[in-house]
Each structure stands twice: as structure tokens, then as C-alpha cells.
């Protein structure tokens, strides 16, 4: 398996409340990725890095931010959760360091609860 | 937006039958991938097929790609019950060395003993 973690694994929280989840990753790659998961709606892309401090939006960005001060880090915070943030995020990696060969590697993903 | 469809959005098949998906989408691609994920998982690659390929073969998976009809199937031969999973495929478009993907709704393939 890819070197990846994202913490927390499950989080219950509240309406209104900040949240910030971590994916940390060991192998050097030099895009990282946000997806979330919404039954009917497959994966959709938040936000992604292609380098330090180099962020961009994807599909659904709204309510999310986003940092990398690091290789090996990737943030995505929740300035104020809402139910509609309710889902499963995946973060995903990509781009070894001989340029590897477009697949993604993917986290066991962030379970997110916001009542 | 939604770029790739699938098709069937569930199948179910005896073990050591073939399995086939399909996907269509909307835009032009730089490339096109399959993935699978097992329940309460996170996705797993399994094949990239480039634009200006038609048919690639990995193991038990050939994968065939009609950019004029923009469309795609995964085939799967020789089905096991470890192949019960959710297929997923998703188009990419490559912005700033980023793979920028775009999923369908998946597959749920369930393969019967």
C-alpha cells in the first residue's frame, strides 16, 4: 500500500464548527488530492496541490480550504461544517519523483459526520 | 458535473463467468482510468488507458477505449469472488502535471460462488 494517512479516520462534529483533516504521506509524490464521496454521486474533486504552497479548486470547493506547507502534508479544513459536508473524504496522491505513470493512490478515507 | 456515466450501475454474475462495464463521457480526455473499492476502502488503480490508445490488457482486465464514441469497458475474464467490489472510471484531464480526475458513479459487481 501507498504511503498514506489521513487522520482523523471518524469525526462527529456540530454545525458551525471548524474542521480540519490531515493526509500525510511518505513517498515523496508531488501532487496531492481532495475527493469526496456522496452516494450517487461517485468521487468529486475539492481541492489539489501540485506543489508546495501551489493549491487549486476542483469541482466542489465551496466551503473547503485547503494548505501545504509541506511535501508530505496535505490540509483540508472546514472553516464552518455543514450538514451538507456530511461524507467520506478520500486524499489521494500522485507523481513520483521519475514522473510516475498518472495513477492516483488513494487514502483509506475520513468519515465526517456534521449534525 | 458528472463526466463519466456507467453502465450497469450493479451487476451480479456466477464465478468463472466474464464480467463487462462500461463508461461513457462528455469531453475530451488525455487519458482514461479504472479503479475499484472494496467496501469501507479507499480506491485501488487498476488500469490507465492513454487517448490515443484503443485496447490495453492487464492480467484478467483488457480495457478498450473509442474516443469517437467516447467510450470505455473494463472487462473483467474469469471472475472471482475476491472480484465482488464497486468499479469505478474516471477521465482525466492533466493541468500543471496534476492528474485532474473525474468519477463515475461506479459499478457494483457482485460475483457469486
Redesign the interface.
Given at each position: 500500500d501507498a504511503g498514506i494517512t489521513q487522520s482523523p479516520r471518524h469525526k462527529v462534529t456540530e454545525t458551525g464548527t471548524p474542521v480540519t483533516l490531515r493526509c500525510h504521506q511518505t513517498e515523496n509524490h508531488r501532487y496531492m488530492y481532495w475527493y469526496r464521496q456522496d452516494p450517487g454521486h461517485g468521487l468529486r474533486l475539492i481541492h489539489y496541490s501540485y506543489g508546495v504552497k501551489d493549491t487549486d479548486k476542483g469541482e466542489v470547493s465551496d466551503g473547503y480550504s485547503v494548505s501545504r506547507s509541506k511535501t508530505e502534508d496535505f490540509l483540508l479544513t472546514l472553516e464552518s461544517a455543514t450538514s451538507s459536508q456530511t461524507s467520506v473524504y478520500f486524499c489521494a496522491i500522485s507523481g513520483s519523483a521519475g514522473g510516475g505513470t498518472g495513477e492516483l493512490f488513494f487514502g483509506e478515507g475520513s468519515r465526517l459526520t456534521v449534525l | 458535473?458528472?463526466q463519466?456515466e456507467e453502465d450497469p450501475q450493479a451487476l451480479s454474475i456466477q464465478e468463472g463467468e466474464n464480467a463487462t462495464m462500461n463508461c461513457s463521457y462528455k469531453t475530451s480526455i488525455n487519458?482514461l482510468?479504472w479503479?475499484r473499492q472494496n467496501s469501507?476502502?479507499?480506491?485501488?488503480?487498476l488500469i490507465?488507458i492513454r487517448s490515443n490508445e484503443r485496447e490495453k490488457h492487464s492480467g484478467r482486465l483488457r480495457v478498450t477505449l473509442d474516443t469517437s464514441k467516447k467510450s470505455s469497458s473494463l472487462l473483467i475474464t474469469a471472475s472471482r469472488a475476491a472480484d465482488t467490489a464497486s468499479y469505478?472510471c474516471?477521465t482525466?484531464s492533466?493541468?500543471?502535471?496534476?492528474?485532474?480526475?473525474?468519477?463515475?458513479?461506479?459499478t457494483r459487481l457482485t460475483i457469486n460462488p
Open positions: - | 458535473s458528472q463519466g487519458n482510468q479503479y469501507g476502502r479507499g480506491l485501488v488503480h490507465l469505478f474516471a482525466a492533466v493541468i500543471q502535471g496534476a492528474q485532474k480526475l473525474v468519477f463515475g458513479q461506479g
